[in-house]
């Protein structure tokens, strides 16, 4: 199995930056793709951001150009990294991984874009 563990969440100004952890341990080595979803309350959880064992990533449409997933290999960990901050990207952040025929999700970390 693969466990996650999420932090950096917390209040962030119209327009400011915040960077999302994820610390991934366990069978690290099957991870097929690993990202991030956030919801909103009363909305469906969306597919944020997600980067695939060879590289290759996807964004939301809404995010692409703000937003970037970062991730550092010998910790084992994926980063969010966003930029230019909206109020509409106030949610709680999950991490999300795919594994084999297996996924996991973080504890979720909330985010919340205010002045």
């Known amino acids: 199995q693969v466990q996650l563990v999420e932090s950096g969440g917390g209040l962030v100004q119209p327009g400011g930056s915040l960077r999302l952890s994820c610390a991934a341990s366990?069978?690290?080595?099957?991870?097929?793709?690993i990202g991030w979803y956030r919801q909103a309350p009363g909305e469906k959880r969306d597919l944020v951001a997600i980067i695939y064992s060879g590289g290759r990533t996807n964004y939301l449409d809404s995010v692409k150009g703000r937003f970037t997933i970062p991730r550092d290999n010998a910790k084992n960990t994926v980063y969010l990294q966003m930029n230019g901050r909206k109020p509409d990207d106030t949610a709680v952040y999950y991490c999300y991984v795919v594994y084999g025929a297996q996924s996991s999700w973080g504890q979720g970390t909330q985010v919340t874009v205010s002045s």
């Open positions: 366990g069978s690290i080595f099957s991870i097929n793709a």
